[in-house]
């Protein structure tokens, strides 16, 4: 798209809200001067600068000497070599020392009525219970847990307990199929399983304990699923191999002896999708991703001793591994872990959570904001949300309504937004607006953090687009903390799939553009990821659940733009010929929720008889996509495709479904 497409919404500037130009508590930079005078240091001399904030953030067992090695020339990046630390250490233990009674973490419970509050004495004493657990059942440095869990703080206990023995966790978003979290576990060789009886979100039961027993049947490496118990309801249990977590942890006393790990040991796996039907264990390091997360959270945030972060993801994901996790608790802050829906029981739900914790910071994804503007801004009126000085998007674009609705209705125009961009495999945000800084435009994600050395590259050439007004593919130049540093027991695909597309860049998959001012926006991936309400999903990925159905043939899964969701999940299936009468599309798409989880079901499915491929068999999705939006003007060279006469078969059988 040419960057003059843009133009009306890329003049639209938004001074730093009067409230944040000082107010208290000052924020950290409090003009554009400064932050562009922070940021080129931070690029000109990273080992300088990352070096001064890992000894000022983090809590070292034994000092680095190196602040930075290797490159992505060969993916051989190391931050803070020889330096000894442990997560669980720097995030609980240094604060329950200083402050034990400060709370840690606030549980908001599906049920307003519910919510629980635990302090750092409190959270320190409950990870090290779990430590020695964990440590009991033969658990070592190394071995690595997949985590299952609802949205409760034991979740939060489970990561660190992992991260005192300098166990990997794995942690597996509470809404995938058994299937998916049988191959994340295989994958991975999880040798215990951590997770609740039930789950509940939005007042509905997510039957956890029975998706993990279906999971593990067919995983040999699982000696035992620990089951913490949320609802307290009658589930299936099979001794030995199954334990209450509340049994075991009266067995333990709270102390556990913090294994020293090296900056670069492992600290956990996180599954994503990417081009391919298998999703990949991207694998974080202790110190960068700690670094990462804590300088993120302080100046992207403007984070304060007294603030109440909510950020209301789910621990499921990254989002909600750095920001409701490691990063606010990190920094000794008090951070609000979000157990329902924006929706649930009333669509006041996010505002009445603000109202009651007194919130300064809250985040939440632009698929919820575009859901609760549709439901009207009354939803809002009648709650105290002066407590607010940031809030902030992730996950998605957001289109310039949703952004100005949020200013205005939830902000009151005196909060400074922050669209923040990242991914998982970039630890931590690259892309922000810093509040008392940065101005900022609705849609964009202005400017890159600290550390980010960004470039537009040229998709073809692969040449670095110099200048305003470019439109190309996000990569980064130069390494920075938090980033993956493999993929678990692939690091061909991880070279492959990051690092060897344009040698010496870091490819993020994302297309970008730079505007006249130099302001970046994100404008979606260039490849085949699907993002839908913010969950990544890959084409692959749905269709190799859709094969697996024995009426089909053939299929491609596309994303299509959705008003709510960003986008949705669009599917063309070709049908074997015994069934081609039988099968009915509700069918197919319980397939997909069956092997990947509801959340990826497609929303519509279209039984054709063919799919446009080109003479080397390969399926065209762009051409179907283009269909589907109804742009068949845009169609583009069909001269290298075995079947042009399927066309308007395809544009037929779209417009009248
Ligand atoms: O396409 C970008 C989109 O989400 C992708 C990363 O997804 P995931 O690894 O699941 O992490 C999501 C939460 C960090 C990116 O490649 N994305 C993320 N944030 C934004 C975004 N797109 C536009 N604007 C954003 N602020």
Same mark, same amino acid.
């Given at each position: 798209m040419a960057a003059t497409d843009h133009n009306n919404i890329e003049n639209k500037l938004y001074p730093v809200p009067e409230c944040l130009t000082p107010s208290t508590p000052t924020p950290y930079v409090t003009s554009i001067e400064q932050y562009q005078k922070i940021y080129k240091e931070s690029i000109t001399h990273p080992t300088v600068f990352w070096g001064k904030l890992a000894k000022e953030m983090l809590h070292w067992h034994k000092p680095f000497e190196t602040v930075v090695s290797g490159g992505f020339l060969h993916g051989d990046v190391t931050w803070f070599a020889e330096g000894e630390l442990n997560a669980s250490y720097n995030c609980v233990d240094r604060h329950a020392k200083e402050n034990p009674d400060k709370i840690a973490i606030i549980h908001e419970s599906d049920e307003p009525e519910q919510s629980r509050k635990i302090s750092y004495g409190e959270l320190l004493r409950d990870v090290n219970r779990l430590a020695n657990t964990l440590k009991s059942l033969g658990l070592r440095k190394g071995d690595t847990v997949a985590i299952y869990l609802p949205m409760v703080p034991e979740a939060a206990v489970a990561f660190l307990a992992c991260a005192r023995l300098g166990i990997i966790h794995s942690v597996v978003f509470a809404g995938f199929s058994?299937? !998916?979290?049988?191959? #994340?576990i295989q994958d991975a060789a999880s040798k215990l399983v951590i997770t609740a009886d039930e789950g509940r979100r939005g007042g509905k039961t997510i039957h956890m304990k029975k998706i993990v027993d279906a999971a593990v049947n067919e995983c040999p490496t699982v000696e035992h699923v620990l089951v913490f118990r949320r609802t307290g309801s009658e589930v299936p249990f099979q001794a030995p191999r199954d334990l209450w977590w509340h049994e075991e942890i009266r067995k333990h006393r709270p102390y556990c002896v913090p294994e020293v790990m090296n900056s670069e040991d492992p600290l956990f796996l996180l599954y994503t999708s990417g081009s391919t039907g298998k999703p990949k264990g991207v694998l974080h390091t202790t110190a960068g991703y $700690?670094?990462?997360?804590?300088t993120t959270f302080k100046y992207v945030f403007d984070y304060h001793p007294n603030d109440v972060f909510?950020?209301? !993801?789910? &621990?499921g994901w990254v989002t909600g591994h750095t920001y409701i996790v490691y990063g606010p608790l990190c920094s000794g802050a008090t951070t609000v872990l979000f157990e329902s829906t924006p929706i649930y029981p009333t669509p006041s739900r996010y505002w009445q959570v603000v109202a009651k914790h007194k919130i300064t910071q809250f985040y939440t994804a632009p698929t919820a904001i575009r859901l609760l503007r549709k439901l009207g801004h009354e939803h809002v009126e009648g709650h105290d949300l002066s407590s607010l000085r940031v809030i902030g998007t992730v996950g998605e674009p957001i289109n310039p309504e949703a952004w100005e609705w949020y200013n205005e209705v939830v902000g009151k125009k005196k909060c400074a937004i922050v669209d923040t961009y990242w991914q998982t495999e970039t630890g931590s945000i690259v892309l922000s607006p810093l509040p008392g800084a940065i101005p900022t435009k609705p849609g964009s994600a202005t400017f890159?953090?600290?550390? &980010?050395? $960004?470039? *537009?590259?040229?998709? *073809?050439? @692969?040449?670095?687009?110099? @200048?305003? @007004?470019?439109?190309? *593919? $996000?990569? &980064?130049k130069q390494p920075w903390p938090s980033m993956t540093r493999t993929i678990y027991n692939n690091h061909d695909r991880y070279l492959d799939t990051y690092l060897n597309v344009y040698k010496g860049y870091y490819f993020s998959?994302?297309?970008?553009? #730079?505007?006249?001012d130099g302001y970046y926006w994100i404008r979606g991936r260039v490849d085949d990821v699907i993002s839908v309400a913010g969950h990544r999903l890959s084409s692959a990925e749905i269709e190799s659940a859709l094969i697996l159905h024995k009426a089909v043939a053939e299929t491609a899964a596309i994303g299509v733009d959705d008003e709510l969701t960003g986008q949705a999940v669009n599917a063309f299936v070709t049908l074997k010929p015994k069934y081609t009468d039988v099968t009915d599309a509700k069918e197919l798409i319980l397939q997909v929720r069956q092997t990947i989880g509801p959340f990826a079901a497609p929303k519509k499915i279209y039984i054709v008889s063919g799919l446009p491929q080109t003479t080397s068999g390969k399926i065209m999705r762009r051409i179907l996509r283009k269909i589907v939006e109804n742009k068949e003007d845009q169609l583009g060279d069909l001269s290298t495709l075995l079947n042009p006469s399927i066309i308007p078969v395809l544009i037929e059988k779209v417009r009248n479904s």
């Open positions: 058994a299937e !998916a979290l049988r191959d #994340r $700690l670094l990462g997360a804590m909510g950020c209301m !993801a789910d &621990i890159p953090f600290f550390g &980010i050395a $960004l470039a *537009v590259l040229d998709p *073809v050439t @692969g040449q670095e687009l110099e @200048g305003n @007004g470019v439109e190309g *593919v $996000l990569a &980064i998959g994302d297309g970008v553009g #730079r505007d006249k």
